[in-house]
């Protein structure tokens, strides 16, 4: 998997992984968050997988590191 890719973001609103370049969602149009959960900061691939313990984790990992 490319860093592009991994660094996806996920969207809160509707699911869905949205391109790095992306400021808004791509389905809802919502903002990206300002503490994105990015594709490699999950320990899964499929964004109807994560789950909000996976995107809490993600958040205090990325705000820690
Ligand atoms: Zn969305």
Aim: net charge positive.
């Amino acid at each position: 998997m490319s860093d592009e890719l991994k660094s996806m973001w996920f969207c809160p609103e509707c699911c869905a992984w949205n391109g790095t370049q992306l400021r808004t969602c791509i389905k809802c149009k919502r903002d990206r968050p300002l503490v994105p959960v990015t594709v490699g900061g999950v320990p899964v691939g499929h964004s109807e997988d994560v789950t909000l313990r996976h995107r809490v984790r993600a958040k205090i990992d990325r705000l820690t590191e």
